[in-house]
């Protein structure tokens, strides 16, 4: 065999013994073209935390604002009867806002960021809790002076309560519906005003044929308490300002 044959007959075999070893190998796989997803884009670290704390501050509003309805439908049930049973129904609405009032204002100190204004988040808080304290301190100084009730008291209790109502619509639409709940402490005003007409008139009655001192000590004790509705009612129209003027800001 000559060298030219015997170098072929090597190349030859070279050739076929890498072929072998690669059938051998496993076959790749086949690539499978695919539209990639959209990338899921994630909320923030500082938007969730906004999210939370706007929650908390909107959540404790009408926590506040559901207590002052319960109070407030408590005086009317205890103006309808005097008994312990109800006079304590009131006191534990008084002690639960005052409670959740302290609750917010502690949140509120150590709050950066909020849903709205600080000073009206605060001022909100504050004046629906003076209309619960103001339905309170009614029933304590009937108590007290042993004074029972009038129709005007019945009439002016049953308008804040109405009012009561319409605060606590107007503080749970705010997020969401400020326009709605602007609508709502317009109502709660209307109803502010016909309380101080149910007040005029009940002063116009006790004012009216006084007679001897027995009677000017009455006249005396039942203005008080007239006065502590009148200002319960002033108080609801604050707060009625108050949420007006976040649905301004909010525009």
Do not use: C
């Amino acid at each position: 065999m000559s060298m030219v044959d015997e170098t072929a007959q090597n190349l030859k075999r070279k050739v076929g013994k890498r072929k072998a070893q690669a059938d051998a190998l496993p076959a790749e796989p086949a690539v499978i073209e695919t539209t990639s997803p959209q990338p899921v884009i994630k909320e923030s670290f500082f938007r969730k935390l906004f999210k939370r704390r706007q929650n908390i501050f909107i959540q404790m509003i009408h926590g506040q604002a559901a207590l002052t309805l319960e109070g407030m439908e408590a005086l009317v049930v205890y103006l309808g009867g005097q008994t312990p049973e109800n006079a304590r129904r009131l006191t534990r609405a008084e002690n639960d806002a005052d409670e959740a009032r302290r609750i917010l204002i502690f949140e509120l100190n150590k709050t950066f960021i909020t849903p709205f204004d600080r000073e009206d988040i605060f001022e909100l808080s504050r004046t629906i809790d003076d209309v619960l304290d103001y339905a309170y301190s009614t029933m304590t100084e009937m108590e007290v002076l042993k004074v029972k009730p009038t129709p005007f008291m019945i009439r002016m209790a049953n308008l804040l309560r109405d009012a009561a109502f319409e605060l606590l619509q107007a503080v749970d639409r705010l997020e969401k519906y400020p326009g709605v709940a602007n609508e709502h402490a317009q109502r709660a005003k209307a109803l502010e005003n016909r309380v101080e007409d149910v007040y005029r008139e009940a002063l116009a009655d006790l004012f009216s044929g006084a007679e001897d001192i027995k009677h000017v000590v009455k006249m005396l004790k039942y203005r008080e308490i007239y006065r502590h509705l009148s200002n319960a009612a002033d108080r609801g129209d604050e707060a009625a300002n108050v949420i007006a003027d976040i649905v301004v800001k909010k525009a």
